[in-house]
């Protein structure tokens, strides 16, 4: 049985850091797309940014140059990094799984809210 675990949400002020972190069981994160997702109230869930199993990496436009996603196969954990950190930040974070076969995975989420 597959489970992600989400942590390292808060809150921050504007232009603060957070780390999220997405550990992996009962599957290698090195084998299939990585991804977080977000959902701001009242808003649908979001792309925030994905890294496939070859390491290519993409990201929703607002957010570039601000996160990075990252992976740590010796840990099977995948990271977002945040970085200037603005209001419009704000959700709950989701970590995703999706196998080549197309099996998909969510974590339980992790909230994220940003002060002004």
């Known amino acids: 049985q597959v489970q992600l675990v989400e942590s390292g949400g808060g809150l921050v002020q504007a232009g603060g850091s957070l780390r999220l972190s997405c550990a992996a069981s009962g599957s290698f994160v090195s084998l299939a797309t990585m991804a977080w997702y977000r959902q701001a109230p009242g808003k649908q869930r979001e792309l925030v940014a994905s890294?496939?199993?070859?390491?290519?990496?993409n990201y929703l436009d607002p957010v570039k140059g601000r996160f990075t996603i990252a992976r740590d196969n010796a840990k099977n954990t995948v990271f977002l990094q945040m970085n200037s950190l603005k209001p419009e930040d704000t959700g709950v974070y989701y970590c995703h799984r999706r196998t080549t076969s197309g099996y998909v995975n969510w974590g339980q989420g992790t909230q994220v809210t940003v002060s002004s």
């Open positions: 890294i496939s199993d070859s390491g290519t990496t």
